[in-house]
């Protein structure tokens, strides 16, 4: 859940600091490089995928 909590705050535009305090870090390191993950891009690739499997009719 923290993960998620902090890719969504990031993707939604927060800033980094702000999430880091939000979450309890000391500083932003730590969320930076082990929670955030882009999930955009991820969502993007899954739904290109999923265009190919299943192109329009």
Known sequence: MRHSFVSLLSDSGMPIEAISRLVGHRNT???ETVYR??????LL???QA???IF???
Do not use: I
């Open 37 to 42: 993950k882009q999930l955009r891009p991820m």
């Open 50 to 52: 999923m265009d190919q």
């Open 29 to 31: 390191t730590v969320t």
């Open 45 to 47: 690739e899954g739904a």
């Open 55 to 57: 192109p329009d009719q």
